[in-house]
């Protein structure tokens, strides 16, 4: 018994580690929790890029057709969308990432919805609908909740959850980021306002 006594006082810091990997390993809430922490250091964060050379517009016409559905059912075609800029996320409530990096499309939502200027198509993509719906309202997110309504291009998305894509006012891909990410820092604000002064 002593020696048990001893081993556990040299060995503490190991036992509380192994302890915490654990419950981060089989509880969702402890990984998206620890996902937000690494999240909110910046350091997986993607940016905008600068423009690309002027082409014969192969980027938007291998998106052209992407539709989706909103609650109503009323069906959205990207293509509407001309001189907007265009912030698309693909995310599922099962996801743990994806919930790890909501709070900050939220808050990118928050400080862009009434910019006329941008559209935000959050795209769901779990198996049962129900269950998106379901954790956006639990959490209190307000952001559009959509659905693909055909075939996802594979130039917006490649199976990777989440994915984000921000077009620009012309229709190309300024931002492709797969894997979660912290939205709600101003250097991005920045960035989207760079974007959004932008000439169509």
Sequence with gaps: MENLKTWLRKNVSTIILTVLFIVILVNKDAKVWLMRQVASTGILNSSISEPKEPQNNSTRVSYAGFIL???DEKIIDISAFRNK???INFWASWCPPCRAEFPSVQKLYDQYKNN???VFLTVNLDDNVALGKSYLRKEGFTVPFLVPAGNIPAVLYSG???TTVVLDKKGE????H???ADYSKDSFYKQMDELLKEKP
């Design 69 to 71: 559905k909103n609650e």
């Design 85 to 87: 800029v265009v912030f």
């Design 116 to 118: 006329p200027d941008m």
């Design 160 to 162: 990777s959850l989440p």
């Design 173 to 176: 891909i300024r931002l492709y």
């Design 178 to 180: 797969k894997g979660f």
